[in-house]
T-cell receptor, first 109, second 115 residues
Framework: RKEVEQDPGPFNVPEGATVAFNCTYSNSASQSFFWYRQDCRKEPKLLMSVYSSGNEDGRFTAQLNRASQYISLLIRDSKLSDSATYLCVVNNGDYKLSFGAGTTVTVRA | EPEVTQTPSHQVTQMGQEVILRCVPISNHLYFYWYRQILGQKVEFLVSFYNNEISEKSEIFDDQFSVERPDGSNFTLKIRSTKLEDSAMYFC?????????????FGDGTRLSIL
């Protein structure tokens, strides 16, 4: 089983729509969780950390379900600039990050 | 906002040659990392470095790879004898010491092309 699995998409949505997608992780001892976004051939950029109680950052809402070992990201009121690949990232300790393969979101005008 | 910087942005090298990729982590960060991303694939962990030694390394990080922090600012990745399959984007990242929930911050990468 892969350490981090994501639906690759693509999710094609119109501007203003809401889009949501999940990620599952295999290591129940995982300690911290993040969503990064990656634009084509660029570096991963931190979008938000994911906290146990769920958290919001503007139009973005992240949820963590430790019992089922999944993380979700919801984007409200999508903008054209939200078009990117969203990477689910898990930290199993002080050291390495484990990346999912990414979920591609395309927002159309 | 402070950022991780990497040089060069693109490196083209003949197979079998040595290559050194350079990174300047954020100045007050103490954990350093190298990742790679082969075109069309996910980001993969290579190595982490703390307190002047390797903390963890992946199966990818074999004897052909080495890392060094030669001075107070640079963090380098050396590939001793490059292979075609080493062609990838290489990302350096750094993190503050202490809190496990601190995210890693990535440089904009070096594209390595092996001919």
């Amino acid at each position: 089983r892969k350490e981090v699995e994501q639906d690759p998409g693509p999710f094609n949505v119109p501007e203003g729509a809401t889009v949501a997608f999940n990620c599952t992780y295999s290591n129940s001892a995982s300690q911290s969780f993040f969503w990064y976004r990656q634009d084509c051939r660029k570096e991963p950029k931190l979008l938000m950390s994911v906290y146990s109680s769920g958290n919001e950052d503007g139009r973005f809402t992240a949820q963590l379900n430790r019992a089922s070992q999944y993380i979700s990201l919801l984007i409200r009121d999508s903008k054209l600039s939200d078009s990117a690949t969203y990477l689910c990232v898990v930290n199993n300790g002080d050291y390495k990050l484990s990346f999912g393969a990414g979920t591609t979101v395309t927002v159309r005008a | 906002e402070p950022e991780v910087t990497q040089t060069p942005s693109h490196q083209v090298t003949q197979m079998g040659q040595e290559v050194i990729l350079r990174c300047v982590p954020i100045s007050n960060h103490l954990y350093f990392y190298w990742y790679r991303q082969i075109l069309g694939q996910k980001v993969e962990f290579l190595v982490s470095f703390y307190n002047n030694e390797i903390s963890e390394k992946s199966e990818i990080f074999d004897d052909q790879f080495s890392v060094e922090r030669p001075d107070g600012s640079n963090f380098t990745l050396k590939i001793r004898s490059t292979k075609l399959e080493d062609s990838a984007m290489y990302f350096c990242a750094s993190k503050l010491e202490g809190e496990r929930n601190q995210p890693q911050h990535f440089g904009d990468g070096t594209r390595l092309s092996i001919l």
